[in-house]
Antibody, heavy 120, light 107 residues
Framework: EVQLVESGGGLVQPGGSLRLSCAAS????????MEWVRQAPGKGLEWVGR??????????EYAASVKGRFTISRDDSKNSLYLQMNSLKTEDTAVYYC???????????WGQGTLVTVSS | DIQLTQSPSFLSASVGDRVTITCRAS??????LAWYQQKPGKAPKLLIY???TLQSGVPSRFSGSGSGTEFTLTISSLQPEDFATYYC?????????FGGGTKVEIK
């Protein structure tokens, strides 16, 4: 059974940093692109970014709203995905979902999400 | 960026009704479109990918169609467990944008 379990969320002040982790199990993690998607309270879904596989040099893509502030990384030896968030803004407050990509294109599994609150 | 416009944003329907949700893209995205269902407090669930391919385990009352800029998600006979919010997402180009969502509520 595919499982994605996020951790690391919490309350942080504007301008602060936070690192989210996602532990993956039930599939060959290294075979899949992975993504982060977020959802502000009471709002819709927003794509955050993607990291490709080793064969693709672990290259990344980001939404304009987070580019230069957020960094996605992965450790295939630990079956883990990460989201380093710096220079956080109040508008980054959201539930952050770790997701698996099937066949390069579509997200087919989601974690339960972890809440990040940016507030003073 | 490609904008996705879903309509309606809110829909009130009864059990057994046929329901259709539309997703319009601001430019041609071929068939690179997915549909997700999200229930309150839960993560989204993939229903349809490549515009019309049913994800494994999803009931056959769900179907998707369209290509280019206009897409539809149809629920042939609405069931109590289908009351949720539905989102479309394009994966034709970055950023992989989502539509604003359609909330389906009980009439």
């Amino acid at each position: 059974e595919v499982q994605l379990v996020e951790s690391g969320g919490g309350l942080v002040q504007p301008g602060g940093s936070l690192r989210l982790s996602c532990a993956a199990s039930g599939f060959t993690f290294s075979d899949h692109y992975m993504e982060w998607v977020r959802q502000a309270p009471g709002k819709g879904l927003e794509w955050v970014g993607r990291i490709r596989k080793k064969v693709n040099s672990y290259t990344t893509e980001y939404a304009a709203s987070v580019k230069g502030r957020f960094t996605i990384s992965r450790d295939d030896s630990k079956n883990s995905l990460y989201l380093q968030m710096n220079s956080l803004k109040t508008e980054d407050t959201a539930v952050y979902y770790c997701t698996r990509v099937r066949a390069v294109y579509y997200v087919d599994y989601w974690g339960q999400g972890t809440l990040v609150t940016v507030s003073s | 960026d490609i904008q996705l416009t879903q309509s309606p944003s809110f829909l009130s329907a009864s059990v057994g009704d046929r329901v259709t949700i539309t997703c319009r893209a601001s430019q041609d995205i071929s068939s690179y479109l997915a549909w997700y269902q999200q229930k309150p407090g839960k993560a989204p669930k993939l229903l349809i990918y490549a515009a019309s391919t049913l994800q494994s385990g999803v009931p056959s009352r769900f179907s998707g169609s369209g290509s280019g800029t206009e897409f539809t998600l149809t629920i042939s006979s609405l069931q109590p467990e289908d009351f949720a919010t539905y989102y479309c997402q394009q994966v034709n180009s970055y950023p992989h944008t989502f539509g604003g969502g359609t909330k389906v509520e009980i009439k």
